[in-house]
């Protein structure tokens, strides 16, 4: 064999490896968080973490929850909330990560949502397959929210709004 040939034989293996660990990795994913369908909402495999001065630590993990029922997810959502401690405010606040699927779009809509003794503040950011933010009228799909103290059903509006 000679040394072209050899150079382009390992270029080969090299390009098949890694097309099957990519393979491998994508299959394997597991979307978790809330995804939001036309006919119910589904919770999946979210971990819910209280955050101690020596890190992260899990309290309990959700498996599966199917429901149409609003009451449902609103429950779980006020069950699954962790603490995060403030430096700067010297206080906790209660805080969780939800990722939505946008199956009409090609997006994906990440929201960060905190539950404070007041108010529930919600940012949304919508991201596209190739990694781009998405964009709406030529802007950035990026909001923020700050919603009344307990105002679940408006949280759930905004998440589904953003989903449909």
């Known amino acids: 064999m000679t040394k072209t040939a050899k150079k382009w034989f390992m270029l080969a293996l090299l390009a098949i490896l890694v097309v099957v660990t990519i393979f491998i990795f994508l299959s394997s994913k597991k979307v978790s968080g809330l995804e939001i ?3 119910k909402m ?6 819910v973490l209280t955050f101690e001065e020596d890190g992260p630590k899990e309290s309990f993990t959700v498996d599966k929850i199917e429901s149409d029922d609003k009451e449902q997810i609103i429950k779980l959502l006020k069950e699954a909330e962790f603490k995060k401690y403030d430096k700067n405010l010297n206080s906790w606040t209660k805080m969780y990560t939800i990722t939505a699927m946008g199956y009409s779009s090609d997006t994906v809509h990440s929201y960060i ?3 404070m003794d007041d108010s529930i503040e919600a940012g949304l950011i919508g991201i596209n397959k190739n990694g ?3 964009q709406e009228g030529g802007k950035d799909l990026r909001q923020r929210y700050i919603l009344e103290k307990d105002d679940y059903d408006k949280l759930l509006s ?3 709004k953003y989903v449909e």
């Open 37 to 39: 369908f036309d006919d």
């Open 42 to 47: 589904e919770i999946s495999q979210m971990s």
């Open 113 to 115: 949502i905190e539950i």
């Open 132 to 134: 781009s933010v998405h």
């Open 158 to 160: 905004i998440l589904v």
